[in-house]
């Protein structure tokens, strides 16, 4: 089972970002049978050195959007945006590659600040989302507010929209900064009414957030809000993560630590 994930070189606190995607590849390799991805743009580095010694296979690749977004207007961190809008980005080129790499059908795509504890193979094959399936974000039984954090796609049936899915990404790029980038892009595009939406739910266990506690069904651990490196600056710089720090965050911070020195 083919699993993704992604990280354009140069983006903010790359290497702080590496670091919780070689906790995610180490565990995957640990404990599931996930075969990792990653989806990448840059240059050779550290990183892609450490990718290569585990046989983790590198596609390189761009968003559509990379020349909107090399003259992006986002005040005085437009740089900053814009290196981080090349790696989020990267997930919608997953309905194409499929055509040009012979992917899956049916692929995870998660973001790099999650850990896997158990296999989640069974958990997916048992899922047959229309487009695809996301868990909640803050509240476990909210599935209207969901989280792309960890994504169950289905390629072909997502490529049947992804002309005009694209064309509404571009045409909302200016504010995808504020709606949590392509997070925002796909609640908005794939909601139906006011009481539905055309997304497929993934159990909470195979997204869990920090802030909801502990639970030993919990398969996939996503560091959603504050990270593991950002714990000692809450005070000082993150202070509107605070929130978000609740439950277990500070023992599940602690064996991200174990496991970052495990992986390295």
Same mark, same amino acid.
């Given at each position: 089972?083919?699993?993704?994930?992604?990280?354009?070189?140069?983006?903010?606190?790359?290497?702080?970002?590496?670091?919780?995607? &070689?906790?995610?590849?180490?565990?995957?390799?640990?404990?599931?049978?996930?075969?990792?991805?990653?989806?990448?743009?840059?240059d050779?580095?550290?990183?892609?050195?450490?990718?290569?010694?585990?046989?983790?296979?590198?596609?390189?690749?761009?968003?559509?959007?990379?020349?909107?977004?090399?003259?992006?207007?986002?005040?005085?961190?437009?740089?900053?945006?814009?290196?981080?809008?090349r790696?989020?980005?990267? &997930?919608?080129?997953?309905? $194409?590659? $499929?055509?040009?790499?012979?992917?899956?059908?049916?692929?995870?795509?998660?973001?790099?600040?999650?850990?896997?504890?158990?296999?989640?193979?069974?958990?997916?094959?048992?899922?047959?989302?229309?487009?695809?399936?996301?868990?909640?974000?803050?509240? &476990?039984?909210?599935?209207?507010?969901?989280n792309?954090?960890?994504?169950?796609?289905?390629?072909?049936?997502?490529?049947?929209?992804?002309?005009p899915?694209?064309a509404?990404?571009?045409?909302?790029?200016?504010?995808?900064?504020?709606?949590?980038?392509?997070q925002?892009?796909?609640?908005?595009?794939?909601?139906?009414?006011?009481?539905?939406?055309?997304?497929?739910?993934?159990?909470?266990?195979?997204?869990?957030?920090?802030?909801?506690?502990?639970?030993?069904?919990a398969?996939?651990?996503?560091?959603?809000?504050?990270?593991?490196?950002?714990?000692?600056?809450?005070?000082?710089?993150?202070?509107?993560?605070?929130?978000?720090?609740?439950?277990?965050?500070?023992?599940?911070?602690?064996?991200?630590?174990?496991?970052?020195?495990?992986?390295?």
């Open positions: 089972m083919q699993w993704f994930f992604a990280l354009a070189e140069g983006c903010p606190g790359f290497d702080y970002y590496a670091d919780l995607a &070689r906790v995610a590849v180490h565990t995957a390799m640990r404990h599931t049978s996930l075969q990792p991805h990653f989806l990448y743009d840059g050779e580095n550290h990183f892609t050195r450490w990718l290569r010694d585990r046989q983790v296979p590198i596609i390189r690749c761009r968003t559509f959007l990379d020349t909107e977004l090399a003259t992006f207007k986002g005040g005085p961190d437009e740089a900053n945006t814009r290196s981080t809008g790696g989020i980005l990267l &997930r919608i080129e997953l309905p $194409q590659l $499929q055509v040009q790499l012979g992917l899956d059908d049916r692929v995870l795509y998660t973001d790099c600040d999650v850990f896997f504890r158990r296999d989640i193979a069974e958990d997916l094959r048992g899922l047959a989302p229309h487009y695809f399936a996301v868990g909640p974000e803050f509240s &476990r039984d909210d599935y209207r507010h969901m792309t954090g960890v994504m169950w796609m289905n390629l072909p049936q997502l490529r049947t929209v992804d002309a899915f694209r509404f990404v571009r045409q909302n790029l200016p504010r995808l900064p504020q709606i949590a980038w392509d925002g892009a796909y609640r908005e595009f794939f909601a139906g009414d006011e009481n539905t939406f055309q997304w497929d739910r993934l159990p909470p266990e195979l997204n869990w957030k920090p802030y909801w506690g502990d639970d030993p069904q398969k996939v651990i996503h560091f959603h809000g504050p990270k593991p490196f950002q714990r000692p600056y809450l005070d000082s710089h993150f202070p509107e993560l605070k929130t978000l720090t609740g439950g277990s965050y500070d023992d599940l911070c602690e064996e991200w630590a174990e496991l970052l020195a495990e992986a390295k």
